[in-house]
């Protein structure tokens, strides 16, 4: 088949989306339970001790920004697809965070997390999204830690059994593990499960580029995406260091302090998918490679100086939001097993908030009032980027 040339780059004529990329097992449901079962234990244990509903997972948020997603003009047809068909400018929420269930110091280094919801996305909706907004949910790894879910749940239980655990504990352990993910990484690789454990370097997390990890539809095809950094303040914290030793806080200091003389630029790039064996629906741990299907710029995200944490913006995103790849329309429906699985995990890890402490979480339908400064500028709605 022809190739499509873009300006810069040619993209190999991609595989079309059809329900049977997918292979659902009998299993699945009954891991799926398994997993819920595990995270909402977490769940249980924090509102426990801290009586406070949390997330099962990325409980921690470092920042809580607003911006604009502009969808970039002239892609070409492969990538002019579901919310990136036409060129458009949406409000977006970002929900900076890192992976414990618990709220640990930043001493004990996990991976990063970035949740980011479009709002006001037009398009016949996956089941049981509510609203009119599109989740991008990623992590700064290019791929999952395990294939499928049976594995993960192990790393799960490992993690679980840890949430009741003193924090001294967690620390040691995180300094060890920060030293094996060295060794590690010296020998050319990584490792999910030690990252997990606390072996994440400790990087900015505005220097990274983030992935969802796992593919999702991409209108007639199926991609992965990317966020990266894409002005020279982000650049130049890529693979910069934070002192995470000096406050349980770190992480969200240093996001504040960034946020208080600068904005972020980051491209949202697809990887489409070109070969099916090569780039897999159902191995969540396999990293598709780019020299086969590089990752293509299809919109730029816009984030102006602000403050990049407050309680009211906590009380409305942590408490008041769920992200999840299940909230948005059909023409990016997340594909393979770990993808299926999140949703009713997801589900529940939202829901016991909706059930404590008078929260309501709900999609919303524009920045909130929360995002806006004292000054009564609300950021990222009404500042003009060229
Ligand atoms: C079996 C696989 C997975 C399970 C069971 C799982 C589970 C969860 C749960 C329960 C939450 C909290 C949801 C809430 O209470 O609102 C969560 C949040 C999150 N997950 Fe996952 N996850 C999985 C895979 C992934 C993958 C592949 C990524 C990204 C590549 C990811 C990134 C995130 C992020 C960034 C958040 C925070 C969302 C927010 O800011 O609200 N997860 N996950």
Redesign the pocket.
């Given at each position: 088949m022809a190739d499509t040339v873009t300006p810069h780059i040619t993209v190999t004529a991609p595989v079309p989306y059809t329900p049977d990329v997918e292979t659902i097992e009998a299993y699945e449901e009954d891991l799926t339970t398994d997993?819920?079962d595990v995270?909402m234990g977490i769940?249980g244990k924090t509102y426990a001790d801290g009586h406070q509903p949390?997330?099962?997972?990325?409980?921690k948020?470092h920042a809580l920004l607003s911006g604009e997603l502009e969808v970039l003009d002239g892609l070409p047809p492969e990538l002019a697809q579901g919310l990136f068909a036409k060129s458009a400018r949406y409000p977006v929420i970002l929900?900076?965070?890192t992976?414990p269930?618990d709220i640990l110091p930043d001493s004990v280094s996990t991976p990063r997390?970035?949740?980011i919801k479009v709002i006001g996305v037009d398009g016949e909706r996956l089941p049981d999204a509510k609203g009119a907004t599109q989740d991008f949910?990623?992590?700064n790894?290019p791929a999952?830690s395990t294939p499928n879910?049976k594995g993960?749940l192990g790393n799960?239980k490992m993690l679980a059994a840890t949430t009741d655990r003193v924090e001294g504990v967690k620390v040691a352990v995180s300094k060890v593990m920060q030293g094996a993910e060295k060794v590690i990484e010296s020998f050319g690789s990584t490792s999910g499960a030690v990252r997990a454990l606390g072996g994440e370097p400790a990087h900015h997390p505005l220097g990274e580029t983030?992935?969802?990890?796992?593919p999702l539809r991409y209108g007639d095809y199926i991609a992965k995406l990317s966020l990266a950094p894409a002005c020279d303040p982000l650049k130049d914290l890529t693979g910069g260091h934070i002192d995470i030793d000096h406050h349980p806080y770190a992480i969200r200091e240093a996001m504040i302090d960034y946020f208080a003389v600068h904005g972020g630029e980051w491209e949202l790039r697809a990887q489409l998918c070109t070969d099916i064996d090569a780039m897999p629906v159902e191995d969540?741990s396999k990293v598709w490679p780019e020299d086969k299907s590089p990752f293509i710029p299809v919109a730029r995200l816009h984030v102006p100086p602000q403050t990049a944490w407050s309680e009211t913006r906590s009380a409305a995103?942590?408490d008041g939001?769920?992200?999840?790849?299940w909230h948005g329309i059909m023409a990016h429906q997340p594909l393979g097993s770990?993808?299926r699985?999140?949703k009713r995990?997801?589900e529940?890890?939202?829901g016991?908030?909706a059930q404590h402490d008078g929260h309501t979480?709900a999609e919303p339908t524009a920045i909130p009032g929360a995002f806006r400064d004292d000054d009564g500028a609300e950021d990222g709605t009404d500042v003009f980027y060229p």
């Open positions: 997993i819920k995270v769940v949390l997330r099962g997972i990325h409980a948020s929900r900076f965070s992976t269930g997390g970035l949740a949910v990623m992590v790894g999952f879910g993960f799960l983030y992935y969802t990890q796992v969540a995103v942590d939001m769920s992200f999840s790849p770990i993808m699985l999140r995990v997801y529940a890890s939202a016991f908030r979480v």
